[in-house]
């Protein structure tokens, strides 16, 4: 007999309702109360996703960093799965048994067609009134990073670059690579 998981459309779901899923194998996020299920990452998604936690690896930042699936709860109708979640030493009490439940510093979302809306406008919004200091969206097909911060708000990236350039963490000023080393 094969599990086969039913969505329940008629109601707002919260994350007791999400906790209540288990693990299941099917990548789902809670978004404004609503349960997200998206198919798996594409092969380029991942190599890009590869590239970018080597890159943060080889800087050898104090802290941790995590790569999906892993939850980290925005409050109680989200809790998303982010690509790449960056922790400080300061951050490191908000990872718990169940995932990430706290500030973090910096998220990095690498986006899709299927998740490109919801990528650069719920959960954009989402992070940034949750306080991270940097938001990264890493654009496959088009070749470009963006890193929003609190400060620049929603609309205006502090960083845009497009298939070249040399990107810094505004906020982990040693973090310096090269755009076209993840592409």
């Known amino acids: 007999m094969k599990n086969t998981l039913t969505i329940d459309r008629t109601k707002e779901w919260r994350v007791a309702d999400y906790l209540l899923l288990g693990e299941i194998k099917t990548p789902c996020q809670l978004i404004n109360g609503e349960l997200i299920m998206s198919p798996a990452p594409n092969t380029e998604h991942q190599r890009i996703l590869r590239k970018l936690f080597q890159v943060f690896y080889e800087f050898n930042l104090p802290g941790e960093i995590f790569f999906a699936p892993i939850d980290l709860y925005i409050d109680n109708k989200n809790v998303f799965q982010p690509d790449l979640v ?38 954009k919004k989402a992070y940034l009134d949750f306080g991270i200091e940097e938001y990264w969206i890493v654009d496959p097909a088009n070749k ?5 911060t609190p400060q620049t708000g929603l609309d205006v990236p502090l960083i845009y670059l497009s298939a070249s350039g040399q990107v810094q963490s505004p906020s982990l000023s040693s973090l310096k690579f090269n755009l076209e080393d993840i592409f």
Do not use: F, H, M, W
Request: charged content about 25%; proline content about 5%.
């Open 144 to 148: 470009t990073l963006e890193i929003y």
């Open 86 to 123: 960056y922790l400080s030493e300061k951050n490191k009490a908000s990872i718990t048994g169940r995932g990430i439940e706290g500030p973090v510093d910096l998220i990095i979302e690498v986006i899709s067609p299927s998740n490109s809306y919801t990528d650069r406008n719920q959960k």
